[in-house]
């Protein structure tokens, strides 16, 4: 395995290089993942040959540009197994196909709905539902997390009424690495009539998705997280959803005709996309899928979770370590803090050692609060990484701690 991992450690340039004197040692894939050269030359080729406006253009590079672009729709299609290419609305990334759903699927809610989300969501799977419950009169209630960052189901069996429309969850938490049991939580959604948002932005890098088989009504996720460009992402949303729910955004390209008495939207997916896409950056993120379709990504994630069994036993080694978030069923996301130091402080030391990780409170500041901490430091892991890794950065941290404590 590790010969494999090293040579598809060479198919990112990024990795590749010294920080603070230092081999980078890259563990904030969870904040974003470094672009395999195929995605930095599949942006370039469309900069350097095709670049022109998509739809619209009566000449070559506007036909090629439209192609690469509707394909790269058909290749997240594909990576979904979603039924319909209608059904794939790019958006700038989560945090925007969050805000589109609450926006649009949200225009319907009313005081007495209520909209159910869990302790553990990043903010972008927060803020943009408290906005919905302020226009709309409509109640936000929070399922709540166990000791361990687990999400705890009785209390959803509970919470689940059939006043509540909309489930929100995070499927992999990016602050406690915690994977929630999706499958379950639609299901059981479904059977009292909620529909359900699947925040994907830290799953799709980790394993294949399947929407359909999920029965998934919503799923998000950013091209920047999967190996591809930042400013493009994914709402995934069932068809018969999407053609009932009202525009978000309004200008060009998502409509069908305008006169100043009014105006007929274009279809799917268009309605949702109004003004020029990002075309290079669905091609770019359409090339990163592509690179991982050639992969063998169950064995990637056996890798993954042989790096989160290295790191749980060498943190059980480190007294001073306090895991945030010791899930069962974990990502190779791991948080923690050193008991007496800041994490700021921690990732700094890192940083000089050619560490990078991330701290503070990874947008969740809830589920911090919760733990009682005001941040953690975070190492996120991707198949690139490797066990040596995980060994330097707990060397970093013996370092760490003779400053620190
Ligand atoms: C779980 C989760 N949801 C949503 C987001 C927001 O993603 P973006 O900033 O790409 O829109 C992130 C980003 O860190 C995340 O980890």
């Known amino acids: 395995m590790s010969d494999l991992i090293h040579t598809l450690r060479a198919d990112f340039p990024a990795l590749a290089q010294q920080v603070n004197g230092k081999p980078l040692v890259y563990l904030d894939n969870g904040a974003t993942t470094h672009k395999p050269q195929a995605v930095i030359d599949a942006i370039s080729q469309f900069y350097a040959q095709d670049n022109s406006n998509v739809h619209r253009g009566a000449h070559t590079l506007s036909d090629r540009a439209t192609q690469a672009f509707e394909q790269a729709r058909e290749t997240v299609r594909d990576f979904l197994n979603a039924g319909s290419t209608k059904e794939i609305i790019w958006t700038r990334?989560?945090?925007?196909?969050?805000?589109?759903?609450?926006?649009?699927?949200?225009?319907?809610?009313?005081?007495?709905?209520?909209?159910?989300?869990?302790?553990?969501?990043?903010?972008?799977?927060?803020?943009?539902?408290?906005?919905?419950?302020?226009?709309?009169?409509?109640?936000?209630?929070?399922?709540?997390?166990t000791e361990r960052g687990e999400l705890d189901m009785p209390a959803f069996d509970e919470l689940l009424t059939d006043k509540v429309k909309l489930v929100g969850v995070v499927h992999v938490s990016n602050a406690l690495g915690t994977i929630n049991p999706i499958e379950d939580i639609i299901a059981k959604a479904h059977a009292v009539g909620a529909k359900?948002?699947?925040?994907?932005?830290?799953?799709?890098?980790?394993?294949d998705i399947d929407v359909r088989a999920l029965d998934a009504d919503f799923f998000a996720f950013s091209g920047h997280k999967l190996f591809g460009p930042t400013g493009i992402g994914v709402l995934y949303g069932k068809q018969a959803l999407l053609e009932?729910?009202?525009p978000y955004q309004t200008g060009g390209e998502m409509i069908e005709h305008v006169s100043f008495s009014s105006t007929r939207f274009n279809g799917l997916p268009f309605k949702f996309e109004s003004g020029t896409p990002n075309i290079a950056g669905a091609i770019g993120l359409a090339a990163a899928i592509r690179y991982l379709n050639q992969l063998d990504r169950d064995a990637l994630l056996q890798h993954e979770y042989a790096l989160l069994a290295r790191l749980r036993e060498r943190a059980s080694d480190m007294p001073e370590l306090r895991l945030i978030g010791d899930a069962e069923h974990k990502a190779s996301i791991f948080g923690f803090v050193l008991n007496g130091a800041h994490p700021a402080d921690v990732g700094t030391l890192l940083d000089q050692q050619g560490i990078a990780v991330r701290t503070g409170h990874h947008c969740a500041m809830p589920i911090m609060e919760q733990f009682g901490v005001p941040g953690s430091v975070r190492a996120s892991f991707s198949f690139y990484n490797t066990l040596d890794e995980v060994d330097a950065l707990f060397t970093g941290l013996e370092k760490a701690k003779l400053f620190l404590l």
């Open 196 to 207: 359900v948002l699947i925040d994907g932005a830290q799953s799709v890098a980790h394993w």
């Open 244 to 246: 009932a729910m009202p």
């Open 93 to 145: 990334g989560t945090t925007e196909a969050i805000n589109l759903v609450a926006h649009s699927f949200g225009a319907q809610l009313q005081a007495g709905d209520q909209i159910l989300i869990s302790a553990m969501e990043h903010h972008a799977n927060i803020v943009p539902w408290q906005m919905l419950c302020e226009r709309s009169g409509a109640e936000l209630k929070v399922i709540p997390v």
